[in-house]
């Protein structure tokens, strides 16, 4: 998506909030790189849901994987290039 980002994970050490300061400040330094800009990139703070069965996991899944097509970026989720999906039973 242009405007922002879902991402599904597992925390397998540290906290939420060491992960999204770590993602936001690594992603933020390459593309202020890359562009020539300096500056904040990333809106402080997130929003954050815990799943906590197998069918609230399918249900997200299916709804990041759709995003796009909702948004009428593509007519299908496997025509948008910028998704990566790894499902782990």
Known sequence: MPDHLHWLMELKSGTL?????????????????????VGALWQHGYHDHALRSDEDIR????????????AGL????????????????
């Open 17 to 37: 909030a060491e992960v999204m300061r770590s993602l936001k400040s690594y992603t933020a330094r390459q593309i202020n790189r890359q562009q020539g800009t």
């Open 59 to 70: 249900s997200v899944v299916r709804y990041v994987v759709a995003n796009p097509v909702r």
């Open 74 to 89: 593509v007519k299908s989720a496997w025509n948008y290039p910028h998704w990566d999906a790894m499902w782990v039973e």
